[in-house]
């Protein structure tokens, strides 16, 4: 049975989905119908629960992909298809210590706090503080605090706490300011990811991270595409997302040197 | 200091990368020169070696990325970009128990593996005796078997032994049949994935996935598009791999009834 | 100067332009202010001009893609991006006499009777008679009729007039009924284009081309993706169409036959 | 029945297609056999023969994308997956008077050739006699001679000696060096396309079109991608083309004033 506090995805169809928390009292209203919590607390996940209008909604599991995308946002963030292949590409597994900047909305941060538990760390540096407390908040009702180190602060002046980190994700406006500290913090052989939607970031970010000493940069792109399977037929949908950002990968190895 | 045992990727430029385990004995060859393990023990990971002919290689460490893609291949295997989205749109994490089938060449196992430590475990079944040890010895190389099970069995006719797993992949030439099964396995609400490279596949197999009583179905295809980031310009690589698999995510509901 | 009946692109930006034709009287209405057609006459194109509030409109030349987009539409078209590969890979030339089926539209027609002029012609086949009034109606404003001829028909039962023709082109909810009275229709060796938007009636067209003796069949779909050039950056629009149709290509061979 | 000079585009299969121009004498060598030039002679399109090793092969007209691929190549060419959208959204018709620089390998120029005939013209602007002589071949080779005038020139320095034609093409390293030129060239309204494969390239050659007094300026990119329809199966080609060029569109309007 479900409890208060639990998340639940709540789905009626594609356009009537929704995160919610269970609530000890009152109702959660969709547009269609309301779904008193005190009924929905008497169910499971993977059973149906009907409004008072009649209509079906099948009680599921967030996915991690559903928490990310459903942090309240602030700032643009970090979709699922790009995280992924980052989270691959990178060192970030149980145990693992790793640091991101800007906290954003804390979409990423949700992610990496997921795969580093029980004993891992995220720490989390943003410049504004309203972007941090915001995502802050996110953290805490997802249950992922203790997995979180949040910090305000401007990173291109006063870098970061944390050495021998695992992994380092960029995500600022400017990259280029924090790949020499990422370096720093990093161990040697170990990743840093940097996302950035113009082809001008990447190039500058990119030549920066080449003086500092990162090495096998790639630069990548991810695009996904939904297939309709009708009873009518099976097609690619007839519009998608083109475009979120590009993603460059690289790791820590020797400075070059002028020999 | 690198350790007899340890997992390095030795990377000189994108024509000549491997990844290779220490040895206490004896070098590694490579086109571009020799190097002695002996050598290599006195280096850590971000360091550089040369090879006997002069090349530096950066001793990097491995993504998970890399162990999947380098796994000893006796099937196709799951792709980082694909596997990297399945990761988040399911439920895999530190102490989550899953399911996969079929076990191919462990590429899809390593990294469940990685995420599910260090208190679940990964239950791999496949029917091809040679494919499961092939997978083992793989996964055995990796340090991961702790977090694995390993079953030879056909699916169709014996399902799955576990009940209440947290999610279920299926990578089979006929996935539909270890749907059934699949919604036996799992706990409500929790989520299937399945990937095939044809569309008459996908239409099968999420026609029995309605039919067994999984809901929020959602077929997906991911690409993956290098960036060319050069001194003498910025463009998209000419070629790119256009098509592994579609990728089906849904989350187990109640089964539709004649009501 | 331009005179009535001149067709011009108004374009104050990409959301204000506008296909007119130049009339005699009144004045032409936009959300940005009115154009006395009056003065519009005493522009050429190239000028720009102000509506009454004061916004500069360019009086461009519309392209052959401005003409088959805004053609007055009672069903789905066929976009510039598949339009364009269809030409190149078929027989449309000055003097060439292809057939089309369905009339649909318009927009296909539109482009036909351009490339056909001055000696060729198109000879376009539809099912319904509000939909080839509508085409032909939208043929006579673009000055192209005498590179046209209509003609309303169940083509699978009556199939097509004409013998020896240089290309066939099928826009069809059921292709395949098409296919064998292009076969009929078509000079040897010559080219049949079918378009559709799901994979299961390219399959079966396909295989009906295949029994009929077309050769050197090829399915390409054709994406188009925007890339913005702005002053804070350069990188690809946010979303695009991904999916219009899938397009086969095929030429006139020999039947098989059972030697 | 075929004549001497006849272009034909001989079709075994996607690993066995050739085009060819019917001789007197003499025989065509394939690795699946020689077919003799008397022998294909008392053939006709849409015909099948067979090599003296008995492989059958369809004997097809070649399509303007199979002679614009074919041609003799010096140089980079454009495809016919950008070429068909150029066409469309520019203005190249029966009749036509349109300028392209640089002439390369004469495939774009094989293309506008077609389309302008019996009344128009291309002038093909060249740096290099080189490349001038060899696309000059291919399109004699065409039988197109008539509808192209070559020149050899600096076409920075130079410019163009034709006025108001109905469209200007630019294909070359440095296209803003050609912009100017193409303005002063081009009737009021009309189009500019230019194709380039960096991001920098479009960008500088997008801000001198501005300068220049081009508006509507839009940059796209085409994505050809091969469905595979088999026995066992419906899906995308696993590798396709992934980068030709960018294209850029634009019409000439009023230059920018400073009022």
Redesign the interface.
Known sequence: MLKIGDLV?L?HSERA?YLITVQEKGSFSTHKGNIPFSELREK?????IKTHMGFPF????P???DL?MKVHRTTTIVY??D?????????V???ARVIETGTGSGALTT?LA??V??NGKVYSYEARSEFSDNAKANIKKLGLSDFVEFFVRDVEKQGFDQKDVDAVFIDLPEPWIAVKHAYDAL?????LVSLS???????KT?AVMELEGF??I????????????RI?????????????A?LIFA????KPTAE
């Open positions: 995805f789905y989905k499971d996940f993977g059973d149906m099948h009680i599921l599991k996915t991690l992909a990310s699922p298809k995280a992924g292949l980052m989270m691959l590409k990178s060192f597994f149980p145990g992610i997921t795969y538990q029980p161990k040697g052989g170990h990743s939607p113009n082809t001008e970031q990447i190039r990119k090495v096998r790639q630069v990548l792109e991810i695009l996904e595409r939904e297939l309709l399977v009518t037929g099976t097609r690619p949908a007839e519009r998608m997302i083109s475009h979120t590009y790791q820590k190895g020797k």
